[in-house]
């Protein structure tokens, strides 16, 4: 079975007989639509028909059946749909004097880190409250729907790379101890000045990347100086997110 995602459906073919229909997906040919039964052909035609009308990408499961390609599932237009099971990644990361355990949960282009946030007593829940939209939105904007992974039939169906944090009180991936600001921020110690863009760069440790800003400590760092999020808390560039699609397999190219 392979998931696609990113397709979309440029030619329709039926027949009066019994759950015989046809999809066209661009620059990939036609596909059977599962003919298990009228009700599931009907279903899938349905809403293929709905894509190619409203001319909106699906996501998808098709299968080889005998000499067929056959579509068994089209979820909703939204990337990611069922993108199979949930990998639960981790590794040591070490860069001249600085090492740390990158942890994540990574499902097709789904990626979540889950963070337990520990606010130094003083800080309100009001604070906190207002802390975990800010630094989740800084977080996920910056990371999600910036790129893509494609399978190796090429970037017809891409499926966007997106991001998330979970705020949670068990089972992290990582601890943030939270301060009164201003103070220094890293990894695993934020501060309520810090920013949406702050958290997006310690984000990026915990997805497994070192800073990348010139650093006394580290005269050899490179690359330095890359006006990514790595290193000035902005830009997410191709190179942060290939790991993503490499581990499924696929390329990655920009959305
Ligand atoms: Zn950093």
């Given at each position: ?24 997906l661009?620059n ?12 599931i ?19 998808l ?5 005998g ?17 199979g ?23 097709g ?17 009001a ?47 990582n ?10 921020s ?38 330095v ?22 581990r ?8």
């Open positions: 079975m392979t998931v696609l995602c990113g397709c979309f459906v440029d030619g329709l073919w039926a027949i009066n007989e019994t759950a015989n229909a046809w999809v066209w661009r990939r040919g036609w596909r059977k639509l599962d003919n298990s039964s009228t009700q052909c009907t279903r899938l035609l349905a809403l293929a028909a709905l894509a190619k009308q409203r001319n909106v990408a699906i996501s499961h098709e299968e080889q059946r000499g067929d390609l056959v579509i068994t599932e089209i979820y909703d237009y939204a990337a990611g749909g069922a993108m099971p949930t990998e639960e990644v981790s590794f040591a990361v070490n860069e001249c004097v600085y090492g740390w355990t990158a942890a994540y949960a990574q499902r282009t789904h990626v979540t880190v889950r963070v337990r946030l520990v606010p130094d007593a003083g800080i309100s829940a604070t906190m409250n207002t802390l975990r939209d800010t630094w989740r939105r800084g977080i996920e904007d910056k990371w999600s729907n910036r790129f893509g992974c494609c399978d190796s039939a090429g970037c017809d169906c891409r499926c966007a790379l997106t991001f998330s944090v979970e705020w949670v009180d068990s089972n992290e991936h601890t943030v101890a939270v301060h009164v600001g201003p103070s220094r890293d990894m695993t110690n934020w501060d309520t000045m810090d920013t949406g863009d702050v958290a997006s760069h310690e984000f990026g440790h915990m997805l497994g990347h070192p800073d990348e800003y010139p650093d006394a400590a580290c005269p050899r760092r490179s690359p100086s890359t006006g990514t999020v790595m290193d000035d808390n902005t830009e997410v560039v191709e190179r942060l997110v290939r790991p993503f699609c490499d499924l397999g696929e390329t990655t190219s920009a959305l």
